[in-house]
């Protein structure tokens, strides 16, 4: 399956023929002022909370593809008075689509849009078919919740977690994650794109690595095939 990393949270997957697009934030992150933001497809845009850093590109990419947004009550409700499609999840919820299941899941953090306005809470996805099956965090400190992944879903073939530390886990954090989650393989995200998320790129693969984990740190518009 291809994983393209668009910076910060925002990850495209292409599974069963579907495009899914993570927590589109491009165009204001300095960080990836080479990603054509009109040039990204997505059948579904998945939004784990409301906030700018997660939904800024959310409106134009969902118009331009006719975009299915999944996210939790209040996000769709959002979308969905301005015209867009949505399906809503609440936590522990799932659901199946023509991609596979999605269940929406708990993470711990706050969820306001950007004026203000009341965003649900906050959430992660695990999503599955019969070819893969992964873990986005959303932005999330490290919860025991995490533990009931492994217990509720198939097993995680990668997960995708934030590892910047300050607004959620940092690294160490998330290496205990990924033991909860029984997961091997990390794709990192959620670091580096401001200064207060700025990390030691190099001590956090090692912390992975040191617990017999991978941690996958892409560049901004890399693809890699898992
Ligand atoms: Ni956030
Ligand atoms: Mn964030």
């Known amino acids: 399956m291809k994983v393209t990393f668009y910076g910060h949270a925002c990850v495209a997957l292409e599974t069963k023929g579907q495009k899914l697009l993570f927590d589109p934030f491009i165009s204001p992150n300095e960080m990836a002022t080479h990603v054509d933001v009109d040039s990204i497809e ?4 998945l939004l784990t909370h409301a906030h700018g850093d997660h939904i800024a590109d959310a409106e134009s990419i969902g118009k331009r593809c006719e975009s299915t947004f999944i996210s939790n009550f209040e996000i769709i409700t959002h979308y969905g008075n301005k015209g867009f499609k949505g399906h809503p999840l609440a936590h522990g919820g799932k659901a199946s689509f023509p991609f596979g299941t999605a269940k929406y899941v708990n993470a711990i953090h706050t969820s306001s849009f950007p004026d203000g306005s009341y965003g649900g809470q906050p959430g992660g996805f695990v999503v599955w078919n019969d070819e893969t099956c992964f873990y ?16 509720t879903c198939p097993k995680l073939d990668f997960a995708i977690l934030p ?3 300050n607004f959620t886990m940092g690294y160490e954090d998330a290496v205990i994650a990924a033991e909860f989650i029984q997961a091997d393989k990390i794709i990192g995200i959620h670091y580096d794109t401001f200064g207060f998320i700025k990390i030691d790129q190099e001590a956090a693969k090692k912390a992975f690595a040191d617990s017999g984990k991978e941690l996958i740190l892409l560049s901004i518009g890399e693809s890699i095939d898992l």
């Open 136 to 151: 986005h965090a959303g932005d999330t400190a490290l919860t025991m919740d995490m533990k009931l992944i492994p217990q």
């Open 42 to 45: 997505a059948d579904y845009i």
């Open 163 to 165: 590892i910047g530390d």
